[in-house]
């Protein structure tokens, strides 16, 4: 069965993509993700023994078809000049440029990144330093103070700052097509240094999935090559970017002294949180429904410190932890991931699985074609920040499990950052 729903997805893809010519449109995203885990799971097929829930491939295509009919009812409200974004375009910006701020900036992010590393040697002082590496022992204070709101504000500011100068560097390279300043390369090596004592490498893998997206955006709207010539360029580029993305991630864990080898790290991390979701059916179907407690538990502890209280005590996930056995080979399986279909049918069942996947096809189709509409920047940039929450689904909820404060620190550091460089700059795309 999981060979025959991976065919199915592969084909739906092909089918897609063959109309939308995109790969970074959110359907397109979204299949890709489910073919890439799904592809994880078959892989290891003797390792983990699997076996398939007969509700299973109900689920996932529910959801699938949810998300895309959430995509039409966008379009059928869009200007349908842009529905087909992976026409030709040709790049030309106007608005005013900020020199001064833009340099001013992108040197402020040495100077943060000292602060913040200062502050996270301070802690690690106070803790011991109890680790079995001094990248152990950063992590073990980072994680102690991870509610620290002067070390999240700093760290916010960094990545923003990296964002930024990236998507400052396509400027360079597809409008004004001069020599890259090397000075723009100042704020990723910043971002590199405290990704290595940050307790979340999601942070390597957002930023990373936010370069691609602005990049494939640059890419398609520089009108240097034909679609088909610049897709095959995407795609054979972007393998090349993700293969040393998977190899860097997984060299930041061992900095942690964690001890997964390549192989294991890549599968837990990708498939288990899918294959996951298929293990725990039978107990979701059993469970009470938590109507919202699971799916918005970030949101309902957020107005919590604000003295809000719209529930006594939150969801337990349906009495869902680490699943761990072992399996006749000797694989020891041991994972505590759950795809965003977990926590919308642990609150409505089936019906989550329709009205959320519904609202996120709505919600990212709706602001990408405004982006290529809009033709700005900014636009631009606020959907490659947002959109690893599809490219996630398979592995964890990203989008309504980070209704809080952060992701409001995240888009305003973000917006203030972009404008002080920026200004009113804006991309003008004409779709041929």
Not at 57 to 83: E, H, K, L
Request: aromatic content about 16%; overall charge positive.
């Amino acid at each position: 069965m999981i060979y025959v729903i991976l065919v199915v997805f592969i084909l739906a893809f092909a089918c897609y993509f063959s109309i939308t010519r995109s790969f970074i449109s959110p359907f397109s995203l979204l299949l890709i993700a489910f073919i890439m885990s799904l592809s994880i799971i078959v892989s290891n097929m003797e390792n983990w023994q699997v076996e398939m829930n007969p509700r299973f491939p109900i689920y996932i295509f529910t959801a699938i078809t949810a998300f895309a009919i959430g995509c039409m009812m966008a379009n059928v409200i869009s200007d349908r000049s842009v529905i087909h974004s992976g026409s030709r375009g040709v790049l030309k910006t106007n608005g005013g440029e900020r020199l001064g701020y833009s340099k001013f900036i992108f040197f402020l992010a040495p100077a943060v990144c000292t602060v913040l590393f200062v502050f996270m040697s301070i802690d690690l002082g106070h803790s011991g330093g109890s680790g079995n590496t001094i990248f152990r022992s950063i992590y073990e204070a980072s994680y102690e103070n991870s509610s620290n709101f002067l070390l999240h504000q700093l760290r916010e500011i960094v990545v923003a700052i990296a964002e930024i100068s990236i998507m400052k560097i396509f400027v360079y390279k597809y409008e004004n097509k001069i020599r890259i300043p090397k000075g723009l390369l100042i704020p990723s090596m910043c971002f590199a240094v405290c990704t290595l004592f940050s307790t979340d490498r999601n942070i390597f893998l957002r930023f990373i999935i936010f370069a691609l997206c602005i990049w494939i955006f640059f890419k398609m709207s520089s009108g240097e090559r034909s679609v088909q010539s610049t897709n095959r360029q995407i795609l054979k580029r972007t393998v090349l970017i993700l293969v040393i993305a998977v190899g860097l991630f997984y060299l930041l864990g061992k900095t942690k002294s964690y001890t997964s080898n390549l192989e294991r790290t890549i599968g837990i991390y990708g498939g288990s949180g899918l294959y996951n979701f298929n293990l725990c059916l039978e107990q979701l179907e059993n469970a009470d429904l938590q109507y919202g407690k699971e799916t918005f538990s970030q949101l309902i502890r957020t107005l919590q410190v604000f003295g809000i209280d719209l529930w006594d005590e939150l969801s337990n996930r349906a009495g869902l932890g680490m699943v761990v056995f072992r399996s006749p080979n000797g694989y020891v399986y041991a994972s505590n991931v759950y795809s965003a279909l977990t926590p919308y049918v642990i609150d409505f069942g089936l019906i989550g699985n329709i009205i959320f996947p519904l609202v996120l096809g709505f919600f990212f189709r709706k602001i990408y074609i405004s982006a290529l509409r809009k033709g700005s920047l900014y636009s631009w940039g606020i959907y490659a920040m947002l959109v690893y929450a599809i490219v996630y689904f398979p592995i964890a909820e990203q989008f309504f499990m980070r209704f809080h404060l952060g992701l409001v620190y995240e888009i305003g550091w973000f917006s203030i950052i972009y404008f002080l460089v920026f200004g009113g700059k804006k991309v003008k795309v004409k779709i041929g």
